[in-house]
């Protein structure tokens, strides 16, 4: 009959928090609109329905699987009860993206307890401990660990004995609730165990009752200011000339995915990403200038700086190309003729539009160095001397000049680099020059201040006894010259 109750019971639990799936309601679509590195904090409402009959709580409402949120939980919902799951979210880098969790919670169901064992020592002190409590499909153990033997009997049923040898144990297993009352007849010494139900309420979770719930995450850099200046911002130059610059950025926070482009302009760094300020070298190289009355003349050229939270600048640098002669241009060469060229016409022969780098001399020249490195200088005073008919020979050696202008741009690099750092230097050396000197004005100044304070003081006190002394030698004048004018008195007797 017992049986019967019990699994009753289990279906009507069953039946219940099956219905119990549709009693919570909450926004299962979150929209997050935040920035980077910084905590948003945000509610959930859950309300418990009281659309449906339910007479009991649910426990540890929450909601898992999301990494980056921080999700508070709610230990207890009662029916018709509204209470809210707080969360917090951080992202470092920019998000645009759904994410899918759950929300979970636990329920009361009926259970048994897990069988353990219980340990009672017997000696000739008794039973310890005398006064226990175990429950149903428990184990308990009588372990005899003094001197002869002893027994566990029955107060309630005296042929109910079991005698314990030295060193051994009787086990006993108990499947019903009980109130088993014993005594050990050696020592006449009393024990009492009490068996209860191992009938349990326990929290369970159930993955067949989470509920799905969305977050759309849209998370943007945090916004930041940035500012640039190119140094110096004119130039002049020679065509065939490349010059070098430096590039300033600044901003108050940290920018992300910094690019710099412009015609003419190859910067030494690119693709970066900046918090502070930053000094960034480049190189001036003109191109696409073919005729001599392109020279003579002032370009501007702009630095184009793109982040994607520090906004956009456009830098404008001022270029003027000196007067260059490109429309002497010396006749066609062939695939292994190299006739003697000035170096602008050189380098306007190889960048026609109609050659286009294409011929195979400039082909030649350009397995050595870029396009954009190259220019036509490479063709050394020497090459402009040799015979048309020795035009092999030149182009050996016009081929040795490129390595040395290759081996020149590299010492170039490595000159400029080591001249930032010498201006880095110099620029800290001054900082604490500046400091030093300011420092030494300061104390200067209070030295100056004290003596001056010192010398007002000697000066009033050297005041002070001078008129003391005045006073003093006029009081001595005063009484020595009343006491000659004060006629003397005389008796008669």
Request: charged share 15%.
């Amino acid at each position: 009959m017992k049986n019967i109750v019990t699994i009753l019971i289990l279906i009507t639990l069953f039946l219940v928090h099956s219905s119990m799936t549709t009693a919570i309601t909450f926004n299962n679509n979150i929209s997050i609109n935040t920035q980077t590195n910084k905590i948003l904090q945000g509610q959930i409402p859950v309300y418990y329905d009281n659309a449906t009959p339910h007479t009991f709580a649910i426990y540890n409402v929450t909601i898992t699987g999301l990494s980056g949120f921080n999700f508070t939980e709610i230990p207890i919902l009662l029916l018709n009860e509204s209470k809210n799951i707080n969360y917090t979210y951080k992202t470092d880098t920019p998000i645009h993206q759904t994410y899918s969790a759950k929300l979970q919670y636990n329920y009361l169901t009926q259970g048994t307890r897990t069988p353990l064992q219980k340990v009672i020592q017997v000696n000739t002190s008794g039973y310890n401990p005398s006064n226990t409590t175990a429950y149903i499909n428990d184990s308990v153990v009588w372990f005899n660990n003094g001197e002869g033997n002893r027994t566990v009997t029955n107060l309630n049923d005296l042929t109910d004995k079991h005698i314990i040898q030295n060193l051994t144990n009787y086990t006993r297993l108990f499947s019903s609730t009980a109130q088993f009352d014993y005594f050990d007849e050696t020592t006449q010494k009393g024990g009492f165990l009490t068996i209860l139900s191992n009938e349990v309420t326990l929290l369970t979770h159930s993955a067949d009752y989470d509920k799905n719930i969305l977050f759309n995450v849209d998370a943007i850099y945090k916004n930041a200011d940035m500012s640039g200046q190119a140094i110096p911002d004119s130039y002049s130059m020679k065509l065939s000339e490349v010059k070098q610059g430096i590039l300033r950025l600044e901003t108050n926070d940290s920018v992300f995915n910094i690019k710099l482009s412009g015609e003419w302009f190859r910067f030494q760094e690119n693709n970066l990403n900046l918090n502070g300020d930053k000094l960034i070298a480049f190189n001036i190289t003109p191109a696409g200038i073919t005729t001599t009355a392109q020279t003579n003349q002032t370009y501007l050229r702009n630095i184009v700086v793109v982040s994607d939270n520090g906004g956009n600048l456009t830098i404008p640098v001022s270029v003027f190309i000196q007067y260059a002669n490109l429309t002497e241009i010396t006749e066609t060469l062939q695939n292994l003729v190299l006739l003697p060229m000035t170096i602008e016409q050189q380098y306007a022969f190889c960048n026609d539009a109609q050659i286009n780098w294409t011929h195979p001399t400039c082909v030649r020249y350009l397995q050595n160095v870029s396009k954009v490195e190259y220019v036509a200088r490479i063709l050394y005073p020497e090459i402009n001397e040799t015979s048309a008919f020795d035009s092999l020979q030149s182009g050996k050696k016009a081929e040795e000049g490129v390595i040395r202008l290759t081996n020149q741009i590299d010492s170039q690099k490595q000159e400029l680099s080591s001249l930032r750092e010498q201006l880095q230097l110099m620029f800290n050396s001054l900082e604490t020059f500046s400091t030093t000197q300011t420092t030494k004005i300061n104390d200067i100044g209070n030295d100056v201040i004290r003596r001056k304070n010192n010398s007002t003081l000697f000066l009033w006190s050297t005041l002070l006894i001078f008129f003391t002394i005045i006073c003093v030698v006029g009081v001595v004048f005063y009484k020595k010259w009343k006491f000659n004018n004060t006629p003397s008195m005389q008796f008669k007797v």
